[in-house]
């Protein structure tokens, strides 16, 4: 079982940055890639950013691209999401989720792809 831990969310003003850390209890053969969600109160969960292990390739929702961006650390089983030029808008619950099915993605934000989740770190971005 891999467990996801979040860290990093804060509350920031609009423009500001931040960088949120997901630490994975391990790195098995199981999780062949990890993503980014969030959800803000009274919206549906949307995915962020998604990158495969090992960093071959990366997915960004239009929504954050070229203000956000994911990456890992192998060696830490940690993915990171810098956030920068943040807005009001980007206010949410943020999750990170890791996967395991084999094959290319053609949807890689979508949840259902999804097996392991963490517990969240709430961002609040305020003018």
């Known amino acids: 079982q891999v467990q996801l831990v979040e860290s990093g969310g804060s509350s920031v003003q609009v423009g500001g940055s931040l960088r949120l850390s997901c630490a994975a209890s391990e790195y098995t053969s199981s999780v062949r890639y990890m993503a980014w969600f969030r959800q803000a109160p009274g919206k549906q969960r949307e995915g962020v950013a998604f990158i495969a292990t090992g960093g071959r390739r990366t997915v960004h929702a239009d929504s954050v691209k070229g203000r956000f961006t994911i990456s890992q650390d192998n060696s830490k089983n940690t993915v990171f999401l810098q956030m920068n030029s943040l807005k009001p808008e980007d206010t949410a619950m943020y999750y990170c989720?890791?996967?395991?099915?084999?094959?290319?993605?053609?949807?890689?934000?979508?949840?259902?792809?999804?097996?392991?989740w963490g517990q969240g770190t709430q961002v609040t971005v305020s003018s």
């Open positions: 989720a890791a996967g395991s099915l084999v094959g290319y993605l053609d949807w890689p934000l979508e949840a259902d792809n999804y097996k392991y």
